[in-house]
């Protein structure tokens, strides 16, 4: 497997995880308040500007530019098409001018990172995602859309 490859394979486990947290979120999430000022939409909008970042590091360019976030369903909609956006650069045969362990250090474990406090904070806002053996998960390099298959091994 390659460097390339493996980081398609972290792609894709942000895609995975990402999509547990956001299914089936009550409407109210995403203005959950813990009284630390990051709401999940919040974290929800800087987890796709850590997705633009990435992009634009690979791309020789490191540009790093926050937005003000949208919807929840169009951040949720943001994060996936930024997974998607850098999954495909990897595969157009463009020069990866971005350092990939930098980058997974970075920007990929943040995100990974932001992915487990929406989890706890779907818990504390008294809607958990239901566990799973991530081990036994069916995640696939190249699939970082919302669809992804549903747990192989769920507590």
């Known amino acids: 497997m390659t460097d390339q490859?493996?980081?398609r394979h972290l792609?894709?486990?942000?895609?995975?995880?990402?999509?547990?947290c956001f299914r089936?979120?009550?409407e109210?999430?995403?203005?959950?308040?813990?009284?630390?000022?990051?709401?999940?939409?919040?974290?929800l909008a800087h987890m796709g500007d850590l997705l633009d970042w990435t992009l634009?590091?690979?791309?020789?360019?490191?540009?790093w530019?926050?937005?003000?976030?949208?919807?929840?369903?169009?951040?949720?909609a943001r994060f996936h098409q930024g997974l998607e956006r850098v999954d495909r650069f990897l595969t157009s045969g463009d020069p990866v001018?971005?350092?990939?362990?930098?980058?997974?250090?970075?920007p990929v474990a943040d995100a990974l990172t932001h992915i487990g406090q929406l989890a706890l904070l779907r818990r504390m806002a008294g809607s958990p995602t239901k566990g799973e053996s991530f081990y036994?998960?069916?995640?696939?390099?190249?699939?970082?859309?919302?669809?992804?298959a549903p747990p192989r091994k769920p507590f």
């Open 5 to 7: 490859d493996c980081f």
């Open 11 to 20: 792609l894709a486990t942000l895609a995975y995880r990402g999509a547990l």
């Open 24 to 26: 089936d979120a009550p």
């Open 28 to 43: 109210a999430f995403a203005s959950y308040d813990t009284g630390n000022g990051k709401t999940p939409l919040m974290i």
């Open 56 to 63: 634009s590091c690979l791309q020789g360019r490191g540009r």
């Open 65 to 76: 530019q926050p937005i003000v976030p949208g919807t929840w369903s169009e951040e949720v």
């Open 97 to 106: 001018q971005g350092d990939l362990p930098r980058l997974i250090q970075g």
């Open 136 to 148: 036994a998960a069916e995640i696939t390099i190249g699939r970082v859309g919302a669809d992804q």
